[in-house]
């Protein structure tokens, strides 16, 4: 009863976020040719939501650096004017023009360290890219690392499992023939319950990998509604 309170706390949790409600739970085996696929080339990593918003922020970055290198030199305003005003009769005629300059010549040592900043503000940007690739490659690997090792511990604790059904089954025959004590039955009865539980926690652990995995890389959410686990 306590494990089907579990599970169905679990399935209202992950509605909540998916959508819908699963019916049932994976098998190790496909959660580990899903952390393989996952795994397998740099396409999945490159889609990852960080890795997208690493990429956004060096495009915004080589954006500012054209802002920047634009302001770079200073800017010279020339206008020119002409008028020319005609008397009366006896008046005379007056001709004048003028020139006026104007531009920002001060800024040009301020503009040379935005454009530096801007330019270091994009290599920045490469280095987190960078980070945010090698931070999925990781864990992607420790997923896989962990789906390794929760197959294992499950192989091995169905030998145990399977040995400690043959051990029952054998006490239980010499304790009907008065040769052997009902506690050792039990003591293998209690190793089977061991055995069976400790597989489960394999499993789990291999289950949480895999949502490890597919977080990495930013599809948990699509890849519950699609599979419906």
């Known amino acids: 009863m306590q494990a089907k309170t579990r599970l169905n706390v679990a399935a209202d949790n992950l ?10 739970v994976a098998d190790l085996a496909s959660v580990n040719k899903v952390v393989v696929a996952l795994s397998n080339g740099d396409e999945n990593i490159e889609r990852a939501p960080a890795v997208q ?42 001709d004048w023009a003028g020139l006026s300059v104007s531009g920002s010549f001060s800024s040009v040592g301020q503009n040379r360290h935005r454009v530096a900043a801007a330019r270091a503000n994009r290599d920045a940007m490469v280095r987190q890219l960078e980070s945010q690739r090698l931070l999925r490659r990781t864990e992607l690997v420790s997923a896989g690392t962990e789906i390794e090792g929760a197959a294992v511990r499950r192989q091995a604790l169905d030998t145990m499992k399977k040995l400690s059904l043959t051990s029952r089954d054998l006490y239980w ?51 519950l509604r699609r599979s419906r686990m």
């Open 15 to 24: 509605a909540e976020i998916i959508g819908m409600r699963p019916q049932s």
């Open 53 to 94: 918003a690493a990429k956004a922020a060096i495009l915004e970055a080589e954006a500012q650096i054209k802002i920047m290198q634009s302001d770079y030199f200073p800017s010279l305003n020339l206008v020119g004017n002409k008028n020319t005003m005609t008397g009366g009769d006896s008046g005379y005629n007056t």
């Open 173 to 223: 025959q010499e304790y009907t023939l008065g040769k052997r004590q009902l506690t050792n039955v039990l003591d293998a009865e209690r190793d089977i319950f061991s055995a069976e539980s400790s597989r489960i926690t394999a499993i789990a652990d291999g289950l949480t990998a895999r949502l490890k995995a597919e977080n990495a890389v930013g599809s948990l959410v699509n890849e």
